[in-house]
């Protein structure tokens, strides 16, 4: 990063990184709670199981757009010795730095299955759908202004990989074509 070059990590990638862990362990947790009578009964596990699923999607799903609309309107052109982070190393840092979190969360959705079963896997499960579909909106954002959105590296560690978080001034901006993520954060399709 000479001449004044920044790392940047994409915005959607950083997004959906926690997507599949809270999937899988989400699931998981809830399979098991599935085995559990648990205090209040399967049934009610379930049903309630299902309003947290619903509840946590559309929570994580809608949660802070404009402030991500409003980084994206003010996102300067990255610069020609910006460095741009690959999907991976965005995956795997992220990953790395949330996986106590990650673990936090599957032992508490398993001790919840005790008091109501499925519940408390069917919440990190919905969280992860909700990623993703945010992860999609954004996608459908870059594709329409035909940008793809950066955050700088140093700001998404000072948020705790939030990439709309209180130190993020503004995103960078590249072509469409920049980078080994498509839009939405995806990997790109293998070309023939």
């Given at each position: 990063?000479?001449?004044?070059?920044?790392?940047?990590?994409?915005?959607?990638?950083?997004?959906r990184?926690?997507?599949?862990?809270?999937?899988?362990?989400?699931?998981?947790?809830?399979?098991?709670?599935?085995?559990?009578?648990?205090?209040?009964?399967?049934?009610?596990?379930?049903?309630?199981?299902?309003?947290?699923?619903?509840?946590?999607?559309?929570?994580?799903?809608?949660?802070?757009?404009?402030?991500?609309?409003?980084?994206?309107?003010?996102?300067?052109?990255?610069?020609?010795?910006d460095?741009?982070?690959?999907?991976?190393?965005?995956?795997?840092?992220?990953?790395?730095g949330?996986?106590?979190?990650?673990?936090?969360?599957?032992?508490?959705?398993?001790?919840?299955?005790?008091?109501?079963?499925?519940?408390?896997?069917?919440?990190?499960a919905?969280?992860?759908?909700?990623?993703?579909?945010?992860?999609?909106?954004?996608?459908?954002?870059?594709?329409?202004?035909?940008?793809?959105?950066?955050?700088?590296?140093?700001?998404?560690?000072?948020?705790?990989?939030?990439?709309?978080?209180?130190t993020?001034?503004?995103?960078?901006?590249?072509?469409?074509?920049a980078?080994?993520?498509?839009p939405?954060?995806?990997?790109?399709?293998?070309?023939?």
């Open positions: 990063m000479s001449r004044g070059g920044q790392g940047l990590a994409r915005v959607a990638v950083v997004v990184a926690g997507a599949a862990p809270m999937w899988w362990l989400g699931v998981f947790a809830a399979g098991i709670g599935m085995l559990v009578p648990g205090l209040t009964g399967r049934r009610i596990g379930v049903l309630a199981g299902a309003a947290l699923f619903i509840v946590g999607m559309a929570v994580v799903a809608w949660a802070r757009r404009k402030r991500y609309v409003a980084l994206a309107h003010s996102a300067a052109r990255a610069g020609k010795h460095v741009l982070q690959d999907r991976d190393v965005t995956v795997r840092n992220w990953r790395r949330h996986r106590w979190w990650l673990l936090l969360a599957f032992l508490a959705a398993l001790g919840s299955a005790f008091a109501v079963p499925v519940a408390g896997g069917a919440l990190p919905g969280c992860a759908v909700g990623l993703w579909l945010k992860a999609a909106w954004l996608g459908r954002r870059e594709r329409a202004g035909e940008a793809l959105l950066w955050v700088r590296v140093d700001w998404l560690a000072a948020n705790g990989g939030r990439p709309a978080g209180k993020v001034k503004a995103y960078r901006s590249t072509g469409i074509a980078g080994d993520a498509a939405g954060g995806a990997r790109r399709a293998a070309l023939a």
